[in-house]
């Protein structure tokens, strides 16, 4: 079995933490964690990136090195923002699906993929901590899985669990 700590950044401002960000993000790494991780990885975004260095020290970790796993990470953040935008505030995957169907069906393909890679490229028994963005962290389990998961919170996650080439969720505790 492989584990993946699928989380959602914390509070931010552009693409960087804000001071209650870094101090969410510090107390999910005093009571949130379930180290060790074989790998730590970001969307690439400098908000997921900054969550996982306070994560990662947190877990005692700083000499792992954060990955990029860009595949996690939309090119067309506008036009989600849009369609979420339209769905109405807190609109789950379903809300945004009817306003554009075609983006959320094309974009969990994409990011359940990127995911699987992640997933498959541990070891045996390992885990993986990454963190990315909503409502993508949402498509990407559904691309995976084919299970809606809630609309994240943030510094929110799911467990995502790979047995044998199936896939799981749990919730995070």
């Known amino acids: 079995m492989r584990y993946v700590e699928l989380r959602r950044h914390t509070d931010n401002e552009g693409d960087r933490l804000t001071p209650k960000g870094m ?13 060790p991780y074989a790998a730590l990885v970001s969307t690439g975004a400098a908000r997921a990136t900054q ?10 970790q700083d000499d792992t090195p954060i990955t990029v796993a860009a595949g996690l990470r939309s090119l067309v953040e506008d036009r ?11 609109a789950d995957l379903d809300a945004i699906r009817a306003v554009d169907t075609d983006l959320v069906e094309r974009e969990s393909f994409l990011l359940g993929s990127a995911l699987r890679e992640v ?16 409502p993508t962290n949402e498509a990407a389990v559904l ?31």
């Open 23 to 35: 101090a969410d993000a510090q107390m999910i790494g005093r009571d949130g964690l379930h180290p």
């Open 51 to 60: 969550m996982l260095e306070i994560l990662r020290h947190a877990a005692r």
């Open 80 to 90: 989600w923002r849009q369609a979420a935008k339209a769905a109405g505030k807190g």
């Open 119 to 134: 997933a498959e490229g541990l070891p045996e028994g390992a885990r993986a901590l990454v963190v990315g963005h909503s």
């Open 143 to 173: 691309g995976l899985t084919g299970q809606l998961v809630p609309p994240l919170g943030k510094g929110e996650g799911v467990l995502l669990i790979e047995d044998g080439g199936d896939y799981r969720l749990e919730p995070l505790d």
